[in-house]
């Protein structure tokens, strides 16, 4: 079994991510390559400061042009908007997988049931859509016989929760977003011709799966691969593993922590192919980049393995009490190198159009020089310029350090 530094495994999943040099181009293309090789990337409703895709976008590929995202989104099709790890962008070549998940789901029988009941409002929305498409959810009247019940906060909602069920069984798709309003229309009327059509089989999908996870991730233990592409699948992933072995398309690796000369914990694989990139890190001078993560980027949307690789704890805070809080609502890492070395509170004000800094905060083992102050104040500049933001505004919970 090959053993590799615990330097070495960060270089590897930072590279894998398309975090440290060379970057890809800043246009559609290197939109779609990253897009690609993360395999999604999580679409979320809180914009603090950016949407999340669109910083996870920027960590990544610098000052790109969002008009060339929305086409490649919304007018090319050449990416999605499908359930990932969450509901995420995919690119399209990718949707045999999601049509047949889409074709093997079955519904709850108490959903079953609803569903039974509103055969009615289902038809109407179809109708709708297909009369008028592509129409937003506020459209739609509730001619729901059987109200919706539960016991959280989607009882009653019975149009968002058969707009969900058209989704899911891949009925219809959404064709564009005003904010965090979806657009509704048929799929048939939203994927490309070019739309890849293979039919895969259910151990076919499982196994693409945790390919392509292994292959975003770099290094990954067994449910870290389950959860990162598509959030619980492989439902068992003991046996995908086995036969990826057995394959050899994947194999074992060993982590070694330098403070101990003992293996990181857990059972930890990579892909074959990612191997090369394994040898050039381990062979060649490593370039790492300084720059700000999205608190949902795919890098650390498993936060036990970035404690394990990186001894970096991270948590949202945004549903924290506000005296609870340690680092603040939306804190964005600061990866510098191999290593996170802060964090910071900001705040994008759309009144008086600032990017207002905080607070920002070291990590224990921070390098606390002036120099990298300059370099973290640098990202915040390129950060604000790709905002459109007219200014940057400091607090000063700033380590006097890197003021």
């Not at 181009?25 to 990253?34: A, D, S």
């Not at 074709?103 to 038809?123: A, D, F, M």
């Not at 989607?154 to 929760?161: D, E, L, P, S, Y």
């Not at 070291?362 to 915040?380: C, D, F, R």
Request: charged share 25%; aromatic share 10%; net charge positive.
């Amino acid at each position: 079994m090959r053993r590799i530094s615990l330097a070495d495994a960060r270089r590897l999943v930072i590279s894998s991510q398309h975090l440290a040099d060379p970057r890809v181009g800043t246009n559609k293309e290197g939109i779609l390559q990253i897009i690609r090789d993360l395999g999604c990337v999580q679409i979320d409703p809180i914009n603090i400061v950016a949407p999340s895709h669109q910083i996870v976008l920027w960590s990544r590929l610098g000052q790109y042009d969002l008009a060339d995202f929305k086409q490649l989104m919304w007018e090319e099709h050449k990416l999605l908007e499908d359930w990932g790890h969450c509901t995420s962008i995919v690119p399209t070549t990718d949707y045999p997988i999601f049509k047949t998940l889409k074709r093997e789901w079955k519904p709850p029988p108490k959903v079953q049931q609803w569903l039974t009941n509103n055969q009615t409002l289902r038809r109407y929305i179809l109708s709708e859509i297909r009369r008028h498409g592509p129409l937003p959810t506020a459209h739609f009247k509730d001619k729901a016989d059987v109200d919706w019940t539960s016991t959280g906060w989607t009882a009653g909602r019975n149009i968002n929760q058969m707009l969900t069920y058209l989704w899911v069984t891949g009925k219809i798709m959404v064709a564009h977003r005003e904010g965090n309003n979806k657009y509704w229309n048929l799929t048939q009327r939203i994927l490309p011709k070019w739309t890849p059509t293979e039919r895969l089989t259910s151990q076919q999908v499982r196994k693409r799966i945790a390919e392509r996870a292994l292959q975003a991730l770099g290094l990954a233990q067994p449910n870290h691969i389950r959860y990162y592409y598509i959030r619980g699948i492989p439902e068992n992933i003991t046996p995908i593993l086995s036969k990826l072995t057995s394959q050899e398309q994947i194999e074992q690796i060993q982590i070694i922590n330098p403070s101990t000369q003992q293996p990181v914990q857990g059972t930890w694989y990579i892909h074959t192919t990612t191997l090369p990139l394994l040898d050039k890190i381990e062979n060649e001078k490593w370039r790492g980049r300084i720059t700000l993560l999205s608190p949902f980027d795919n890098l650390i949307y498993e936060r036990n393995r970035i404690e394990q690789l990186f001894n970096f704890r991270y948590r949202l805070e945004i549903y924290v009490p506000k005296e609870n809080r340690q680092y603040g609502p939306y804190a964005l890492p600061i990866l510098f190198g191999d290593q996170f070395i802060g964090r910071i509170d900001a705040k994008l004000n759309r009144e008086t159009n600032q990017l207002e800094i905080r607070t920002i905060h070291s990590e224990p083992n921070a390098p606390l020089t002036k120099e990298i102050g300059e370099k973290i104040q640098s990202v915040l500049n390129q950060f604000g310029t790709f905002l459109k933001a007219e200014n940057i505004q400091y607090s000063k919970k700033i380590p006097k350090e890197w003021k």
